[in-house]
């Protein structure tokens, strides 16, 4: 008696990242990424409810406006869990030529230190296009960061007043229409603010911990570089500010 076996030769496209029917999300069935949970992981380290889901994903949008060819995320959703894709930001840094130990130390400071000799799957990305599409946008993001560094006391201080203009407004809806004009209308916008300004303190910070590395004390001066890149962010208690966001 012969048995006969069918393989299916072609990829597999059935396996979905997210089934809406059951709300089950699971981001490590989208593609061959690593995952790492370090970093944001630690902002988030709970099961989130599908509206912090909700709320990351505009964030990402807001601080990484980055158009990424195929469609690979930065972020995923595994089981409730937030995670970052390493694997996107090893394929960006080898586009602009970085070699396996320029990646693990830039990598680092984000996602933790990675095994020597342990493989990051990479997805593959054009090098000419991506260059064309981001290189443009830095100088841009560069300088919005540092506009919303300055607006940052000011919008501190303005917070506490929108945010319960927003709270009337969501006690007065009286319909389902009512309340996404809120969201549309208040709530919407000032989440986004508040993104791109907590965003340029990050950018700030990121570049006080590059300067503080030991690999680069030789070279740099901290104190004197950061300053002038970040202005005193000390004398003006930017994390209180900041946590206050």
């Given at each position: 008696m012969m048995i006969t076996s069918l393989l299916q030769s072609r990829?597999?496209?059935?396996?979905?990242?997210?089934?809406a029917r059951t709300g089950e999300w699971n981001d490590s069935l989208a593609g061959d990424y690593l995952w790492t949970s370090s970093n944001?992981?630690?902002?988030v380290?709970?099961?989130?409810?599908?509206?912090?889901?909700?709320?990351?994903?505009?964030?990402?949008?807001?601080?990484?406006?980055?158009?990424?060819?195929?469609?690979?995320?930065?972020?995923?959703?595994?089981?409730?869990?937030?995670y970052l894709n390493v694997s996107l930001a090893a394929s960006f840094f080898a586009v602009l030529g970085m070699n396996?130990?320029?990646?693990?130390?830039?990598?680092?400071?984000?996602?933790g230190r990675?095994?020597?000799?342990?493989?990051?799957?990479?997805?593959?990305?054009?090098?000419?296009r991506m260059l064309r599409t981001v290189?443009?946008?830095?100088?841009?993001?560069?300088?919005?960061?540092?506009?919303?560094?300055?607006?940052?006391?000011?919008f501190v201080d303005a917070f506490p007043a929108r945010c319960e203009a927003v709270r009337g407004r969501v006690r007065a809806a009286q319909?389902?229409?009512?309340?996404?004009?809120?969201?549309?209308?208040?709530?919407?916008?000032?989440?986004?603010?508040?993104?791109?300004?907590?965003r340029g303190w990050d950018h700030c910070t990121a570049k006080r911990a590059a300067c503080s590395r030991p690999a680069r004390a030789a070279t740099r001066t901290p104190t004197a570089r950061c300053a002038t890149?970040?202005?005193?962010?000390?004398a003006k208690k930017t994390p209180t500010r900041c946590s206050q966001v």
């Open positions: 990829p597999i496209t059935t396996l979905r990242a997210h089934d944001f992981g630690e902002a380290p709970d099961m989130m409810t599908p509206l912090t889901w909700s709320l990351l994903q505009i964030y990402i949008a807001t601080v990484l406006p980055f158009p990424i060819p195929g469609g690979h995320p930065y972020m995923g959703n595994v089981g409730g869990r937030f396996r130990q320029r990646l693990n130390y830039e990598l680092e400071e984000f996602f990675i095994p020597e000799g342990f493989e990051i799957p990479t997805v593959p990305l054009p090098r000419w290189l443009p946008l830095v100088p841009r993001l560069l300088k919005r960061a540092a506009d919303n560094r300055r607006r940052l006391p000011e319909t389902r229409a009512d309340l996404l004009n809120v969201w549309r209308e208040g709530l919407g916008p000032l989440y986004g603010e508040a993104c791109r300004i907590v890149n970040c202005g005193d962010w000390s």
